[in-house]
């Protein structure tokens, strides 16, 4: 039987289209293209920032100063372990303060994961963005994975941006409802 912890790992190389049996494989910074959801993204970003390391890949042919669609991994360390839900209060306070007008949806909420999407509005500085985002919790090492695919739908086609969301949103929603199926077992 396999644990929830080692099913994630599966997860985020198989979102780096690298899974293995054993749920071990190259480090995400070794690899520079993955095909995710049928596109390809390549790394653009990576950096250790105190606590939080990242990882943030483009579409390919996309940089990173002016992406339209970016895949996000972030893995933050944290003092003592916090559920999925508990992260996500915290996180929808702080994007409450930061920024008033962005809004949070869940969609849908497990014991160790849950996926989210948080829409901000246009500004001066930025587009409109849609970020759907999967966040798995590890009760063993007080750490929290964070998937992210976030997406400038003013960029798109109104109707490739609307199914590259609910793509995304059904793709993260479903990885998490397998590793919490597979812990039950």
């Known amino acids: 039987m396999k644990t929830l912890s080692t ?3 599966m997860l985020v190389f198989a979102l780096q289209g690298q899974a293995q049996t054993d749920g071990f494989g190259p480090s995400p910074e070794k690899s520079r293209s993955i095909v995710v959801n049928g596109q390809t993204f ?4 990576s950096k250790v920032d105190g606590l939080v390391t990242t990882y943030e890949y483009a579409i390919s042919g ?9 895949l996000t991994h972030q ?6 372990p916090v559920t999925a839900e508990q992260f996500s209060s915290f996180f929808e306070r702080k994007l ?3 920024d008033p007008k962005a809004s949070m949806e869940i969609l849908q909420t497990y014991s160790k ?7 901000f509005p246009r ?11 999967l966040a798995f919790a590890n009760p063993k090492r007080a750490q929290m994975n964070v998937i992210q695919y976030a997406l400038k739908p003013n960029r798109l086609a109104a109707n490739l941006a609307e199914l590259q969301l609910k793509s995304w949103q059904g793709l993260l929603t479903n990885k998490a409802a397998v590793a919490e199926n597979a812990e039950a077992k």
């Open 113 to 119: 994961a849950i996926v989210f999407q948080v829409q």
């Open 62 to 70: 996309e940089r990173y100063e002016d992406w339209t669609q970016l």
């Open 123 to 133: 500004t001066e500085a930025q587009d409109d963005q849609i970020m759907v985002c």
């Open 7 to 9: 099913l994630f790992l």
């Open 75 to 80: 893995i933050i360390n944290l003092a003592t």
């Open 42 to 45: 390549n790394l653009v970003n």
């Open 96 to 98: 409450k303060e930061t």
